[in-house]
């Protein structure tokens, strides 16, 4: 019978532990947050309010995540980005990104450690990317890198290496594939037409 009690209580007492748990009061509260601002409203504020710093018109359309030291030019936009690691990533101005990209700023030590596969410590990196570059969905970029102007990253892509300026660059490890028209890019450029 006291069984039984036991077994009621709990069972009465379930909805009171679900609202209670901190990650259902995350959720709820994020819910609430998105309600009220609007999906890019909530994730345009929470990229600010990590960034070590910001220009104009940013744009966080879908979830992303930004670690370490985050700079973002003027008019960026993320539509599901992962900056990972404590490394610093400069965006430059006019950054477009597709869906479920990613950028990893820090390695385990494994070479030199002393523990397998790796040990507690890290080596940072950096990664710069120049105006004007637009990533396709689900890039990767890992390692110290600078992405030159006006560059693309081709979807599925994994930079490991530096991409000159205007090159589109695809497969892993990404390889110039070809180059945007230059002449055509300098006159947008001169004039001002950004997206
Ligand atoms: C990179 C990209 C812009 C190139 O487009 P494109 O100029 O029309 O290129 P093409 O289809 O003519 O392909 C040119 C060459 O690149 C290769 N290529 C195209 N996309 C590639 C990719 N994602 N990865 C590897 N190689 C790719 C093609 O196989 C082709 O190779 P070939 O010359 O040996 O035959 C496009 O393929 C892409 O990845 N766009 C991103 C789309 C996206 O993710 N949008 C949503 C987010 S905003």
Redesign the pocket.
Known sequence: MKHLLNRLVDFLLLPIKFVASPRIRRIIREDWCIRREGRAGYHTRLAKEVAASCGKDLYVGYESQFMGEVHFGNNCNFNGMRVIGGGKVTFGDNF?S??ECMIVTQNHNYNNGEAIPYDSTFEYKEVVIEENVWF??RVIVVGNITIGEGA?I????VVTKDVPKCA?V??NPAKV??FRDIEHYEKLKAEGKFH
Do not use: D
């Open positions: 477009h597709g869906e396709g969905n693309i081709a979807a599925g892509a589109i695809g497969g594939i070809k």
